[in-house]
């Protein structure tokens, strides 16, 4: 297994990018009530550092939160102490009874599990029907391909307080995988620490996806955002319930 998100782009993740699932969390909440799931079980796979499982538990759920990355699990665990997580693949994890599971920002596409392919996913879906009771509610993105449309690589850069990071983008679109390579500044006292990671990520087709659902038994519908957050290019969600 290809480790991802280490120490410090876990917490460049947490300080720098959570604003894509905080903003996401209220048009997800409003998704899970219109849905008739007021209260019980939301397990979310791909949880990060457990800042919308924070606002599950806020809302008056129960979270259970998987991911694997030890260092995201640690912010979770201490973000969300009412919270019960797990340091596993999404792809490996037997799921408990549930009355929704969410995955946010694209955790199926990543290849830190190199055993994630098509066949592999199509086995999660099944495995999250199988956990949802009766109009349970099932909620993700994934990135298909087109999510990097232009010419390439994509070279960018953000910054904050106490960190920089360097991304560089290519999409591969023979082979449907997304490859960000990212160099990472993180200051510790004084200086500077720099770490690598690079990110591979699986494109699936969303049409492939929904017909997968539907075939499973979900009824479907595909989201262009969550709420007023509104996805990138070949960037789709779904709202799965379980008929
Ligand atoms: C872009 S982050 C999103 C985190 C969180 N859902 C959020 O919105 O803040 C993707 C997350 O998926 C996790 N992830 C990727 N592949 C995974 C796998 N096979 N099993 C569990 N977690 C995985 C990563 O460790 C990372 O925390």
């Known amino acids: 297994m290809t480790r991802g998100y280490r120490e410090d782009l876990a917490y460049i993740h947490d300080v720098g990018f959570g604003s894509f699932s905080l903003s996401a969390a209220p ?12 209260s019980g079980l939301v397990v979310d796979l791909g949880c990060g550092s457990g800042l919308w499982a924070r606002r599950i538990v806020d809302a008056g759920y129960s979270v259970l939160g998987i991911d694997m990355s030890s260092s995201m699990i640690a912010m979770a665990r201490r973000r ?20 929704a599971v969410t995955s946010i920002g694209e955790c199926f596409n990543y290849l830190f599990d190199a055993n994630n ?19 349970g509610i099932f909620i993700f993105d994934v990135a298909g391909p087109g999510r990097l449309p232009g010419r390439m690589p994509v070279f960018s ?17 023979r ?15 004084e200086f500077y620490r720099r770490t690598e990671e690079t990110h591979t990520l699986k494109l699936f087709e969303a049409g492939r996806v929904a ?8 009824r479907v519908r595909v989201l262009r955002g969550y709420g007023r957050l509104r996805f990138g290019p070949g960037h789709t969600g779904f709202i ?3 008929a």
């Open 27 to 38: 048009g997800l909440l409003d998704m899970l009530r219109r849905g008739g799931i007021q």
């Open 80 to 99: 969300v102490p009412e919270g019960h997580f797990r340091r596993q693949s999404l792809f490996r994890a037997d799921l408990p009874g549930c009355d």
């Open 117 to 135: 392919n098509w066949l592999r996913l199509t086995r999660v879906l099944r495995r999250v029907y199988e956990a949802l009771r009766r109009g």
């Open 157 to 173: 850069h953000y910054e904050g307080k106490d960190w920089a990071i360097l991304v560089s983008a290519t999409e591969d679109r």
């Open 175 to 189: 082979r449907s995988l997304l490859t960000r390579r990212i160099t990472a500044f993180r200051q510790v006292g």
């Open 211 to 218: 017909e997968e659902l539907r075939a499973i038994g979900f």
């Open 240 to 242: 799965a319930r379980k």
